[in-house]
T-cell receptor
Framework: NAGVTQTPKFQVLKTGQSMTLQCAQD?????MSWYRQDPGMGLRLIHY???????DQGEVPNGYNVSRSTTEDFPLRLLSAAPSQTSVYFC??????????????FGPGTRLTVL | AQKVTQAQTEISVVEKEDVTLDCVYE???????LFWYKQPPSGELVFLIR??????QNEISGRYSWNFQKSTSSFNFTITASQVVDSAVYFC????????????FGAGTILRVKS
């Protein structure tokens, strides 16, 4: 199993450009999430999904869109990049066990810089 | 609203010392999950433990131990006989029972273990 994969690993954008951060998992997990990590602030939830076709906003959704057309993929779209979106982005997935929600498995992250 | 507080921004210890990382949480839910993750300098997020709110048993895994106390809303993490390889950022996180993929993270504690 590859686990959770994210592409690209690094990206530099100019203000106003758009792009899509890719996230895929091969563990057949229903639950997926996107977080951003900024210095001194821990990770904050951007959007999450509880299954294909079902998404919802997290704590900091402005400027981002998501879709979930398949169980495996959960791309994050930046509509018009701003310097405030400079951050490290993590995608995560999790499943369900008899004990409840399982741990979230995190991808390696995408380091995005917006100039 | 849920909140996680890690009051210790940075801790420095000498190898073989014991160290405790504090985590205090706030939630109105009666059922929830608590997590600890480690982020080494390489940047990936490593799962350490998940705890259900109805399971207050303390847990020990090698040099790691966790003390969960609902009465004080705390979920503290102790490393016994610390090693240089323990140097990392440690995050405590909380999720509601219904959506275990909506993690609320603390700001993290930077642990530096010196030889």
């Amino acid at each position: 199993n590859a686990g959770v994969t994210q592409t690209p690993k690094f990206q530099v954008l100019k203000t106003g450009q758009s792009m899509t951060l890719q996230c895929a998992q091969d563990m057949n997990h229903e639950y997926m999430s996107w977080y951003r990590q900024d210095p001194g602030m821990g990770l904050r939830l951007i959007h999450y999904s509880v299954g294909a076709g079902i998404t919802d906003q997290g704590e900091v959704p402005n400027g981002y869109n998501v879709s979930r057309s398949t169980t495996e993929d959960f791309p994050l779209r930046l509509l018009s990049a701003a310097p405030s979106q400079t951050s490290v982005y993590f995608c995560a997935s999790s499943g369900w066990t008899s004990g409840g929600f399982d741990e979230q498995f995190f991808g390696p992250g995408t380091r995005l810089t917006v100039l | 609203a849920q909140k996680v507080t890690q009051a210790q921004t940075e801790i420095s210890v000498v190898e073989k010392e014991d160290v405790t990382l504090d985590c205090v949480y706030e939630t109105r839910d009666t059922t929830y999950y608590l997590f600890w993750y480690k982020q080494p300098p390489s940047g990936e997020l490593v799962f350490l433990i998940r705890r259900n709110s109805f399971d207050e048993q303390n847990e020990i895994s090698g040099r790691y131990s966790w003390n969960f106390q609902k009465s004080t809303s705390s979920f503290n993490f102790t490393i016994t006989a610390s090693q240089v390889v323990d140097s990392a950022v440690y995050f405590c996180a909380l999720s509601e029972a219904e959506y275990g993929n909506k993690l609320v993270f603390g700001a993290g504690t930077i642990l530096r273990v010196k030889s």
